[in-house]
T-cell receptor, first 113, second 115 residues
Framework: AQSVSQHNHHVILSEAASLELGCNYS??????LFWYVQYPGQHLQLLLK??????LVKGIKGFEAEFIKSKFSFNLRKPSEQWSDTAEYFC???????????FGAGTQVVVTP | EAGVAQSPRYKIIEKRQSVAFWCNPI?????LYWYQQILGQGPKLLIQ????????DSQLPKDRFSAERLKGVDSTLKIQPAKLEDSAVYLC?????????????FGPGTRLTVL
């Protein structure tokens, strides 16, 4: 069965520290990859997405992600965290033509001042 | 542009009772999704509509869950009867069209507690 794994459930870091969240999936075919974010009290919103082309994609608020096909990974990064980045981050993988997404369990990130 | 609307935001019921959730997608969005998010897990797709037709309901527990999208706009998700394990946040999302490269826009969700 297809699955999406996020390596860390909780991450605590200080402002200005760098962030990297891991995401691995199990599917051998073509995939569409997404990172969604849920800020406290808000609904899920798209952070960035990858469909094809340059495997390094940039999203909103300084986030970027790198698709490494050989490792079935789509890791999220940000070089310098801000307190406002405190949120829950979800990796999602689409494997069919209808747009069905499979989500990881999420990583709760807390950025301390 | 108005986002995806859902109501109610919170609902508390006792097991074996019935409950219904409502979703109004972004105007013009043909595709509508219902997800279930249990605490500590990511959202899990329950059902996907393309206009008013069902595209995927493979993970919908059809013995107790039902959903409809009349006229291809608003949608309702019903649980009858509810079980304790149905406690979750029910998310509605919509996208312009179906397809793997389309962004899904999520509503605020309905938090259901079954006692």
């Amino acid at each position: 069965a297809q699955s999406v794994s996020q390596h860390n459930h909780h991450v605590i870091l200080s402002e200005a520290a760098s962030l990297e969240l891991g995401c691995n999936y199990s599917y051998g075919g073509t995939v569409n990859l997404f990172w969604y974010v849920q800020y406290p009290g808000q609904h899920l919103q798209l952070l960035l997405k990858y469909f094809s082309g340059d495997p390094l994609v940039k999203g909103i608020k300084g986030f970027e992600a790198e698709f490494i096909k050989s490792k079935f990974s789509f890791n999220l990064r940000k070089p310098s965290e801000q307190w406002s980045d405190t949120a829950e981050y979800f990796c999602a993988v689409g494997t069919d033509s209808w747009g069905k997404l499979q989500f990881g369990a999420g990583t709760q990130v807390v950025v301390t001042p | 542009e108005a986002g995806v609307a859902q109501s109610p935001r919170y609902k508390i019921i006792e097991k074996r009772q019935s409950v219904a959730f409502w979703c109004n997608p972004i105007s013009g969005h043909a595709t509508l999704y219902w997800y279930q998010q249990i605490l500590g897990q990511g959202p899990k797709l329950l059902i996907q509509f393309q206009n008013n037709g069902v595209v995927d309901d493979s993970q919908l527990p059809k013995d107790r869950f039902s959903a409809e999208r009349l006229k291809g706009v608003d949608s309702t998700l019903k649980i009858q009867p509810a079980k304790l394990e149905d406690s979750a946040v029910y998310l509605c999302a919509s996208s312009l069209v179906a397809g793997g490269r389309n962004t899904q826009y999520f509503g605020p969700g309905t938090r259901l507690t079954v006692l």
